[in-house]
């Protein structure tokens, strides 16, 4: 489907400035829709003259009246000479008698959008409600409509949304989370019962309508200076007149408070239809127990980095007591096993090392192998001249299965380090060591490829008693569910180990 942007670059001509105001829009407009009870489209003047839908918006409070997806779709009949008439206009339009699709009873409203500079609209906005169910005149009711018509008439006027849009990233509350009318003065006018029930979990005990609503909030935070900023963040919406320039004039502003006993979030909009204030809407959210949660998983996530990077000092200090009993081993065969068994910790600690800074417990491999052949290579190869390449990319991993499997690249990496090369006449060694990597959505294949002078013959992987190969074997068919070949490189020249490892 195509995006907004798309339908906009393809079907106008409107400048960048005027396409990002009717993208921010949407990106608000669920807050109009939910005020209204009503389906919102957009519809914008195509280059060829033609009234083309562009984004539709269904009522979280209402039923909705067109099932089906309306974007993409032209307007003709009874419905274009509205729009044509609004694309002119700088004030809502309503329908006398209602449109009647099938067995239900539409009245639509068109909006004008206006643009800073534009002559006229540069899209309409269409509100359609259902009258075949009309809803009861509650307050609750009252206090959207009323809210939902200064808000389109600053649609009409393009004050709504605010340029700056939501620079936090935060979260923003429904209107049914809770719902705060306040006067052009700052009294609250109407609370939704969702609402009172933040307020009251937040500690306030009496009645909330005609109080000031932000000496109401302010006097509810924990923190001054959060407190302050609440008072004026809200003041800023009911009247800017009031506030000094700053961050929060005329801005939709959003923000999370925390109160004795809760954690909020609170959305203040401004009502300046035609530019003179009518108060503002607060939105409130509960999100107390989110809050908690969302502690807990970082509590939980700091505590296992924690251990990772405890297990990896643990690791380190085993690998330096081997490392000092072999320097202290006398027998030649003692001291490379040992020399062996450090190199192995070693890989299983730069691991958790890894871990110990990831957010989600997997692992990069690639900087994993870039950070152990290094090692690998001085440890095992001395003075000796030997180039170990890494081709292609290998990519993450989750833990259970990138713990292996880098100790399974190590002993492929070592072993081919120190039987794959062949010594020249001056008795030094010289080769390559190519690492390539084939991965796609089912799984990863890595080949080790050395230029040296190849497996013996009858060597069998199978019945091989080397410590390393049989490590290997076991970690790839049992631990990482996989493959294990080995044989000549395709040209000859060498030995080649594959690992293919499923995963999914």
Same mark, same amino acid.
């Given at each position: 489907?195509?995006?907004l942007a798309d339908l906009l670059a393809e079907h106008t001509n409107l400048s960048d400035a005027a396409a990002g105001h009717l993208q921010r829009l949407v990106a608000e407009w669920q807050l109009l829709a939910d005020l209204s009870f009503a389906d919102l489209l957009m519809s914008v003047r195509t280059e060829n003259g033609d009234i083309l839908t562009v984004a539709q918006c269904r009522p979280n409070t209402a039923s909705t009246v067109f099932p089906n997806d309306e974007v993409g779709t032209v307007a003709y009949g009874r419905v274009s000479p509205q729009l044509e008439r609004a694309f002119a206009a700088d004030r809502v339009l309503r329908d006398e008698d209602p449109l009647w699709l099938g067995s239900v009873a539409i009245r639509r409203e068109a909006v004008p959008v206006g643009f800073p500079g534009a002559d006229g609209a540069i899209a309409v906005l269409t509100r359609a409600v259902d009258l075949t169910h009309p809803r009861l005149p509650s307050p609750l009711e009252l206090a959207y409509q009323d809210s939902a018509n200064d808000l389109c008439q600053m649609v009409a006027d393009g004050t709504f949304p605010q340029q700056e849009g939501n620079p936090r990233g935060l979260s923003t509350p429904r209107a049914g989370d809770g719902f705060v009318r306040a006067d052009e003065h700052g009294m609250v006018v109407y609370a939704s019962p969702n609402a009172l029930s933040a307020f009251h979990r937040m500690g306030w005990t009496t009645e909330l309508t005609h109080?000031? =609503?932000? *000496?109401v909030a302010a006097s509810l #935070?924990? +923190?001054?200076? *959060?407190?302050? +900023? =609440?008072?004026t963040m809200i003041d800023s919406a009911v009247d800017a007149q009031t506030v000094p320039d700053g961050p929060y004039r005329d801005v939709g502003m959003r923000m999370e408070a925390d109160a004795r006993r809760a954690t909020v979030l609170i959305r203040a909009v401004p009502l300046r239809p035609r530019g003179v204030s009518t108060g503002a809407v607060v939105l409130i959210r509960d999100v107390t127990e989110v809050k908690r949660r969302d502690l807990a998983l970082i509590s939980k996530d700091a505590t296992i980095r924690e251990i990772h990077h405890r297990v990896k000092n643990n690791l380190q200090s085993v690998s330096a007591l081997l490392r000092l009993q072999a320097r202290r081993t006398g027998n030649p065969e003692a001291r490379g096993a040992l020399t062996?068994? %450090?190199?192995? %910790?070693?890989?299983?600690? #730069?691991?958790?090392? #890894? =871990?110990?800074?990831?957010?989600? *417990?997997e692992v990069d491999l690639d900087e994993v192998v870039d950070r152990l052949v290094p090692i690998l290579v001085d440890v095992a190869s001395g003075d000796a001249p030997v180039s170990v390449r890494h081709r292609d990319r290998l990519g993450v991993l989750s833990a259970e299965l990138a713990m292996p499997l880098v100790m399974v690249l190590?002993? =492929?990496?070592?072993?081919a380090i120190e039987h794959g090369i062949d010594p020249t006449q001056d008795g030094q060694s010289t080769g390559g060591i190519e690492i390539i990597a084939d991965r796609d959505m089912r799984q990863l294949r890595i080949s080790v490829r050395d230029n040296g002078s190849g497996l013996p013959e009858g060597f069998d992987i199978g019945t091989s008693d080397r410590l390393g190969l049989q490590i290997v074997q076991t970690l790839v068919q049992i631990e990482l569910g996989g493959t294990l070949t080995m044989g000549p490189r395709p040209d000859g020249r060498g030995t080649e180990v594959t690992v293919v490892v499923p995963l999914r």
């Amino acid at each position: 489907m195509s995006t907004l942007a798309d339908l906009l670059a393809e079907h106008t001509n409107l400048s960048d400035a005027a396409a990002g105001h009717l993208q921010r829009l949407v990106a608000e407009w669920q807050l109009l829709a939910d005020l209204s009870f009503a389906d919102l489209l957009m519809s914008v003047r195509t280059e060829n003259g033609d009234i083309l839908t562009v984004a539709q918006c269904r009522p979280n409070t209402a039923s909705t009246v067109f099932p089906n997806d309306e974007v993409g779709t032209v307007a003709y009949g009874r419905v274009s000479p509205q729009l044509e008439r609004a694309f002119a206009a700088d004030r809502v339009l309503r329908d006398e008698d209602p449109l009647w699709l099938g067995s239900v009873a539409i009245r639509r409203e068109a909006v004008p959008v206006g643009f800073p500079g534009a002559d006229g609209a540069i899209a309409v906005l269409t509100r359609a409600v259902d009258l075949t169910h009309p809803r009861l005149p509650s307050p609750l009711e009252l206090a959207y409509q009323d809210s939902a018509n200064d808000l389109c008439q600053m649609v009409a006027d393009g004050t709504f949304p605010q340029q700056e849009g939501n620079p936090r990233g935060l979260s923003t509350p429904r209107a049914g989370d809770g719902f705060v009318r306040a006067d052009e003065h700052g009294m609250v006018v109407y609370a939704s019962p969702n609402a009172l029930s933040a307020f009251h979990r937040m500690g306030w005990t009496t009645e909330l309508t005609h109080s000031r =609503l932000s *000496e109401v909030a302010a006097s509810l #935070l924990t +923190d001054r200076f *959060e407190s302050d +900023d =609440l008072a004026t963040m809200i003041d800023s919406a009911v009247d800017a007149q009031t506030v000094p320039d700053g961050p929060y004039r005329d801005v939709g502003m959003r923000m999370e408070a925390d109160a004795r006993r809760a954690t909020v979030l609170i959305r203040a909009v401004p009502l300046r239809p035609r530019g003179v204030s009518t108060g503002a809407v607060v939105l409130i959210r509960d999100v107390t127990e989110v809050k908690r949660r969302d502690l807990a998983l970082i509590s939980k996530d700091a505590t296992i980095r924690e251990i990772h990077h405890r297990v990896k000092n643990n690791l380190q200090s085993v690998s330096a007591l081997l490392r000092l009993q072999a320097r202290r081993t006398g027998n030649p065969e003692a001291r490379g096993a040992l020399t062996e068994a %450090v190199r192995r %910790v070693a890989s299983i600690a #730069l691991v958790h090392e #890894l =871990l110990s800074g990831s957010v989600d *417990e997997e692992v990069d491999l690639d900087e994993v192998v870039d950070r152990l052949v290094p090692i690998l290579v001085d440890v095992a190869s001395g003075d000796a001249p030997v180039s170990v390449r890494h081709r292609d990319r290998l990519g993450v991993l989750s833990a259970e299965l990138a713990m292996p499997l880098v100790m399974v690249l190590t002993e =492929l990496i070592q072993n081919a380090i120190e039987h794959g090369i062949d010594p020249t006449q001056d008795g030094q060694s010289t080769g390559g060591i190519e690492i390539i990597a084939d991965r796609d959505m089912r799984q990863l294949r890595i080949s080790v490829r050395d230029n040296g002078s190849g497996l013996p013959e009858g060597f069998d992987i199978g019945t091989s008693d080397r410590l390393g190969l049989q490590i290997v074997q076991t970690l790839v068919q049992i631990e990482l569910g996989g493959t294990l070949t080995m044989g000549p490189r395709p040209d000859g020249r060498g030995t080649e180990v594959t690992v293919v490892v499923p995963l999914r």
